[in-house]
Structures are given as C-alpha cells and as structure tokens.
C-alpha cells in the first residue's frame, strides 16, 4: 500500500495568513493526489484533485501544486470558514490511501 | 441536487454483522462508482471497497477481503455495504462516496455511526 505523510499535523495562523501543507508520497504517484477539507461531524468535503484542479465552487484562495511523490496545498489568506482538518488521497492505486491528517487552528 | 443519503445509526455486539445503505439522487446512478471509507473517531479515513454500479464489480481491500460485501439495487438507487465479524475496533463512521475522474471522491454521504460494544 502507498504511505501519504502529511505535515505539520497542526498548525495555528491567524486570519488572513498564508497556510503550506505539504503531502509526501511512500512511491510516485504522478498526479493522482486530491485534497480535502472536514469539519467537525461533517464528510470530507473535495478541494482539489489531478493535484492541482479546483473543484468547482471552491474558492480560488486554495491551490495545489506537486507530481511524482511531493505535493502542496496551499491557502493563501486565511479565512474564518478555513479552520478544520486537511487530509490528502492518492488515487493511483488500489487501496486508495489518505494522510493522517493537517489542523488548522486559529491563532 | 446530487447527494447520497445513507442510513442511520447502528450499535452492534462483537462478531455481529451490521448493513449500511446509501442511496443515490440527482445524477445517473448505474453511470458511476460507489466507493466506502471509514474513519474512526480521531482518526484518519480508510477505504474499504468499491462498486462500479453499472456492471457490478467489486474490489475490496485487503485488510477487509472475506469480511466486508458491497452490493447495489441499481431499481432502488441503493448501494450496500455488509460487514461481518465486527470487533471493538470497526467502531466509526462509515461513508460512501461517489468516485469523480477514477481518482477522487466529490460526493459523500452524512456518515453511518456503527458502534461495537458488549
């Protein structure tokens, strides 16, 4: 199976910081990489996909970058509806797998 | 509007089997793939399995094979997902999801609660 590690696990920035979360792949996996946001008691929900494809209705200040084993996300101005926990998904092969998981926290 | 509505709250014993279902509205149905992730609580998401709607295939991981069966209704707009043998650590929430571009996921459920407890 494929290993994705994210880091940091958490990070603390105010509103209107610009956040990085990086997602490390344990093999290449071109561009199969998504990313999403979850909040409390909610379902992931999909920000990016093809590693740097917006999901329509997502906000332009979220952007992903990245091939083979390295990749990004990045928010570039923080806002109050952004706090919750990232994960990052390869979807190159069979089982797909998921990052442990990045907070984002007020500061 | 697209959405997938699964069923609602579950508590099993150990070695019991519990059926969650998912039903699909808004988009051609027997046209996709329904995949399904757990989580536990504090914890990351983990697949399970996945069904191509249209023709019935299933492939499952690993870790789960001989334990978890994932079938549909295709009249009903109804995926299943069966898992067996439960223990303690199946506790979590179970989602389905809609597969998008054969590598992600851009439709969810609400989550199934299934809790194992003597």
């Known amino acids: 199976d494929i290993q994705m590690t994210q880091s940091p696990s958490s990070v603390s920035a105010p509103v209107g910081d610009r956040v990085t979360i990086t997602c490390r792949a344990s093999q290449g996996i071109s561009n199969w990489l998504a990313w999403y946001q979850q909040k409390p008691g909610k379902a992931p929900k999909l920000l990016i996909y093809?590693?740097?494809s917006l999901q329509s209705g997502v906000p332009s200040r979220f952007s992903g970058s990245g091939s083979g084993t390295d990749f990004t996300l990045t928010i570039s101005s923080l806002q109050p509806e952004d706090f919750a926990t990232y994960y990052c998904?390869?979807?190159?092969?069979?089982?797909?797998?998921f990052g442990q998981g990045t907070k984002v926290e007020i500061k | 509007q697209v959405q997938l509505v699964q069923s609602g709250a579950e508590v099993r014993k150990p070695g019991a089997s519990v059926k969650v279902s998912c039903q699909a509205s808004g988009y051609s149905f027997t046209n996709s793939a329904i995949h399904w992730v757990r989580q536990a609580p504090g914890q990351s998401l983990e697949f399970l399995g996945w069904?191509?709607?249209?023709?019935?295939?299933?492939k499952y991981s690993q870790r789960f094979q001989g334990r978890v069966v994932i079938t549909r209704d295709t009249s009903a707009g109804t995926a299943y997902m069966d898992l067996s043998s439960l223990t303690p650590e199946d506790t979590a929430v179970y989602y389905c999801?809609?597969?998008?571009?054969?590598?992600?996921?851009?439709?969810w459920g609400q989550g199934t609660m299934v809790t194992v407890s003597s």
């Open positions: 999801t809609r597969d998008w571009t054969y590598t992600a996921y851009d439709v």
């Open positions: 069904i191509n709607v249209g023709n019935g295939d299933t």
């Open positions: 093809s590693a740097s």
């Open positions: 998904q390869q979807g190159n092969s069979f089982p797909r797998t």
